[in-house]
C-alpha cells in the first residue's frame, strides 16, 4: 500500500481482531488484518500485544506535585478536611519544595511513560503566585510538544473573589496562553456562587475559551452549584465546553435524584472528572454514563500537599474507578477503560483521537488478553507511540 511510513504488525485490538496498522505522517492510514499490507519501509512489531489509544489525563496539577523531589510529609487537617486549610499548607510546602520546572518535568515523563499522551493540567493563576507558575508550566510545555499535548486551565487556587487582583489575572492568563478557565467552590470558598460564577463565564466568554471548576462541596450544596453551572453553560451555548472536577456531591444523593440531575448534566453537555477517591464519596458512574454524562479522569493531585498517593498512571486509575464502583462485568470494566480513554478526549475536545482512519497515531501496547483483563491486571510493560514515534518503553521516556 503507497504512503505508509511505519507499517505495525501483529496489533491486537480491542474487538480481538489481529491488525496491521499504517501510520503516514503522524496519522493511521490504514488497519487491515494482520499480514495483507506490504511491508512498509519501517516495520515495528507489536507482537500480538493489545493496541489501545493513549490515554487522557484529565486532571494533574503539574505546578504542585513533589513528584520526583524529597518526600514532603502529609500534614492531616486539623478538623477535618478543609479546603482553606489545605492551600494553606501547600503555600507552605511550595516554599520549601524543588524549582517548578524541575518537578513538572519529573511529572510529564511519568504520565507519558505510563502511556498518557493528552493531557489537561489546572495550573495555579491568583493573588498569591500572580501568573508565575503559568509561565513556568507554558514553558514546559514547549519544551514537552513533540511528545505530549497540554491543555491548561487557569485554576484560582485561592478563590476569585477572596483573592485581590485574580479576576484581572484569569484575563491576563487567558491571553498568555492558558486554555481554559477554572474556577474553586464557588459558594464554600469564595462565599458566592453567582459572583463567583460571573467572573468564570465571563472570562470565558469574553475570551471563546472552556471552563472547568473545582467543586469539593458535597450534599445540596454541591448538587444545587452543579446545577447552576449547568444553567450558565446551556445559557451561553457552551455544551462540551465544561467541565466539573469531582462534584463530589452528586455521591451523596439518591439514585432517582441523582438520576435526575444527571440528565440536566448530559442535556447541558456538561463533562464531570472523577478520580475516585479514596476517603469520601464521589460521583456515580455508571449511573451518571447511563443518563448520556461524559464522566473522565484524571490522577489529579500526585504527591502533593493533598494526599501523598498518585503514580500517574490512567490504567490503575481506571482499576480505581472501577473497584470503588464496583464494577465487576467485562461491560463494567470497559466502562472504566472508556473512562480514561475515549470519554477523556470527548472531554477535553480532542481531534484525531482512537485507533481509527485518520486519527493520530497516538498509542499504548499493553500486555493482556483484552480490555477487561488489562483494567484489572494494570500491566506495565508498555510501549507508548506518539504519532507513529516511540517516546517511552519499559516505564521510561525514550528521547
Ligand atoms: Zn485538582
Known amino acids: ?75 492531616a487537617c486539623t478538623n477535618g478536611f478543609d479546603v482553606h486549610e489545605r492551600v494553606a499548607f501547600q503555600a507552605q510546602n511550595m516554599a520549601q519544595a ?15 511513560a505510563n502511556g498518557s499522551l493528552r493531557m489537561r493540567s489546572h495550573v495555579m493563576v491568583d493573588g498569591s503566585v500572580g501568573l508565575k507558575s503559568l509561565e513556568t508550566i507554558l514553558t514546559i510545555r514547549e519544551e514537552y510538544r513533540d511528545i505530549i499535548d497540554i491543555q491548561l486551565v487557569a485554576f484560582p487556587q485561592n478563590g476569585i473573589l477572596k483573592s485581590p487582583g485574580t479576576p484581572e489575572l484569569l484575563n491576563e492568563a487567558i491571553a498568555l496562553g492558558a486554555d481554559l478557565v477554572g474556577g474553586l467552590d464557588p459558594a464554600s470558598f469564595d462565599r458566592d456562587l453567582q459572583g463567583h460564577l ?49 462534584a463530589y456531591g452528586l455521591g451523596d444523593l439518591d439514585p432517582d435524584a441523582a438520576r435526575r440531575i444527571g440528565a440536566k448534566i448530559a442535556k447541558a453537555g456538561v463533562s464531570i472528572m472523577t478520580n475516585a477517591p479514596g476517603d469520601h464519596v464521589f460521583p456515580p458512574v455508571a449511573l451518571l454514563r447511563s443518563e448520556g454524562v461524559t464522566v473522565f ?72 488478553e483484552h480490555v477487561p483483563e488489562a483494567v484489572v491486571a494494570v500491566p506495565k510493560p508498555r510501549r507508548v507511540f506518539k504519532e507513529g514515534r516511540l517516546v517511552a518503553e519499559n516505564g521510561a521516556v525514550v528521547r
Open 1 to 75: 500500500m503507497a504512503g505508509i511510513e511505519t507499517l505495525f504488525t501483529h496489533a491486537k485490538l480491542a474487538d480481538g481482531s489481529r491488525k496491521d496498522i499504517g501510520v503516514s505522517g503522524g496519522r493511521i492510514v490504514a488497519i487491515e488484518p494482520a499480514g495483507t499490507i506490504p511491508t512498509g519501509s519501517r516495520t515495528v512489531d507489536i507482537t500480538g500485544s493489545l493496541l489501545v489509544p493513549a490515554f487522557v489525563e484529565g486532571h494533574i496539577h503539574l505546578d504542585t506535585s513533589f513528584y520526583g523531589d524529597k518526600w514532603i510529609p502529609h500534614k
Open 98 to 112: 524543588a524549582p517548578m520546572d524541575e518537578r513538572a518535568r519529573k511529572q510529564l515523563e511519568l504520565c507519558v
Open 198 to 246: 460571573d467572573v468564570v463565564f465571563g472570562v470565558a466568554e469574553k475570551h471563546g475559551v472552556g471552563v472547568d471548576i473545582h467543586l469539593h462541596d458535597f450534599g445540596s450544596l454541591g448538587a444545587f452549584t452543579v446545577e447552576e453551572i449547568c444553567a450558565r453553560t446551556a445559557a451561553l451555548g457552551m455544551q462540551g465546553k465544561v467541565a466539573i472536577s469531582h
Open 297 to 368: 479522569s484524571g490522577s489529579d493531585n500526585i504527591r502533593d500537599s493533598w494526599w501523598p498517593y498518585g503514580d500517574g498512571d490512567m490504567l490503575s486509575r481506571a482499576m480505581m474507578i472501577g473497584y470503588r464502583s464496583g464494577f465487576y462485568t467485562d461491560d463494567d470494566l470497559t466502562a472504566a477503560f472508556d473512562v480514561v480513554t475515549i470519554a477523556g478526549a470527548k472531554a477535553l475536545g480532542l481531534e484525531g483521537y482512537g485507533i481509527a482512519l485518520g486519527a493520530k497515531a497516538d498509542f499504548v501496547t499493553l500486555v493482556a
